[in-house]
């Protein structure tokens, strides 16, 4: 992945941990469609630290996206 495309991604993460909670969803979306992980749409969004949230997808998929080491915005498959 490109270095503006990270870049990106990570702002978009710090943004949606700063927005007011309506508009997390979309952010998180944005944030999972830069990095090339399926989704359709979000169902259920559930944060469990300042920037670290667990996501369910309408597709059946589960993501985990937080902030890890180095700044970097990190999804992993649930």
Known sequence: MGRNLRRS???L???FAASA???VPEDLLAVLT???KPCGSIASVERKGESDYLVACSDGHHYRVFIGPGNRVV???K
Do not use: C, S, V, Y
């Open 9 to 11: 991604a990570l702002f």
């Open 13 to 15: 993460l710090f943004a």
């Open 21 to 23: 909670e309506p508009a």
């Open 34 to 36: 830069l990095r090339g």
């Open 75 to 77: 999804i992993e498959d």
